[in-house]
């Protein structure tokens, strides 16, 4: 600030009445109340949850690529065998698990979907059933389906998707194979070495 700066200040510091400065230890003391102050620490404290939560779920994509309501979607990743994926498309296996976005916003059918990903690992759920929707009958039609398709395959624990057979929703619903966890992998090690020993 230059001194014609200062001079405005003061002057319409005293247009006000009987302002003074804060001394320099009233001003730290004004500092440390501000941040100890419960709606700012809350809210300083949500700000960060929700900005970890959003690195945490990297399904993302603002460009979604639309997929029509009558189209089947399908993904295999590399090294899955093609009768397990076969098995898959066909319904053969149990579903373990569902999850339904009907009336899901796309934020709140993405937050879902990660979170059912991620509990069906923890509970070694190896296939389960995303129901979508065609969007049939509305302005944008399929927008979750396209969404559902964008979004799996970025998500390393999702071995394969493919719509589902008519018994279990159709072209409205998704079979996704899901990678073993961990702990399923260490069980099935020692079953084979069991069997192996004489």
Same mark, same amino acid.
């Given at each position: 600030? &230059?001194?014609? !700066?200062?001079?405005? =200040? *003061?002057?319409?510091?005293?247009?006000?009445?009987?302002?003074?400065?804060?001394?320099?230890?009233? *001003?730290?003391?004004?500092?440390?109340? &501000?941040?100890? &102050?419960?709606?700012?620490?809350?809210? /300083? /404290?949500?700000?960060?949850?929700?900005?970890?939560?959003?690195?945490? @779920?990297?399904?993302?994509?603002? =460009?979604?690529?639309?997929?029509?309501?009558? +189209?089947?979607?399908?993904?295999?990743? !590399?090294?899955?065998?093609?009768?397990?994926?076969?098995?898959?498309?066909?319904?053969?296996?149990?579903? !373990?698990?569902? #999850? +339904?976005?009907?009336?899901?916003?796309?934020?709140?059918?993405?937050?879902? #979907?990660?979170? =059912?990903?991620? !509990?069906?690992?923890?509970? &070694?759920? *190896?296939?389960?059933?995303?129901?979508?929707?065609?969007?049939?009958?509305?302005?944008?039609?399929?927008?979750?389906?396209?969404?559902?398709?964008?979004?799996?395959?970025?998500?390393?624990?999702?071995?394969?998707?493919?719509?589902? %057979?008519? %018994?279990?929703?159709?072209?409205?619903?998704?079979?996704?194979?899901?990678?073993?966890?961990?702990?399923?992998? %260490? %069980? @099935?090690?020692?079953?084979?070495? /069991?069997?192996?020993?004489?």
């Amino acid at each position: 600030m &230059d001194k014609s !700066d200062q001079d405005n =200040f *003061r002057g319409a510091m005293g247009a006000l009445g009987d302002v003074k400065p804060l001394s320099p230890k009233q *001003r730290q003391s004004a500092l440390k109340k &501000d941040t100890k &102050d419960p709606l700012n620490l809350r809210a /300083r /404290r949500e700000a960060a949850t929700a900005q970890t939560y959003q690195e945490l @779920n990297p399904l993302g994509g603002e =460009f979604v690529e639309p997929v029509e309501p009558f +189209d089947p979607i399908e993904f295999k990743r !590399d090294g899955v065998q093609n009768g397990v994926y076969r098995n898959l498309r066909l319904g053969k296996y149990t579903v !373990d698990a569902r #999850l +339904d976005l009907h009336n899901h916003s796309v934020e709140m059918a993405r937050s879902a #979907l990660y979170q =059912f990903v991620k !509990d069906c690992l923890e509970a &070694d759920v *190896r296939c389960a059933l995303v129901t979508h929707g065609k969007g049939e009958g509305r302005k944008t039609q399929a927008v979750l389906k396209s969404c559902v398709n964008a979004w799996l395959p970025q998500l390393p624990e999702v071995l394969a998707f493919h719509s589902a %057979q008519k %018994q279990h929703g159709g072209l409205g619903a998704t079979y996704i194979l899901l990678r073993k966890s961990e702990r399923k992998r %260490q %069980q @099935n090690l020692e079953q084979h070495q /069991r069997r192996s020993k004489p």
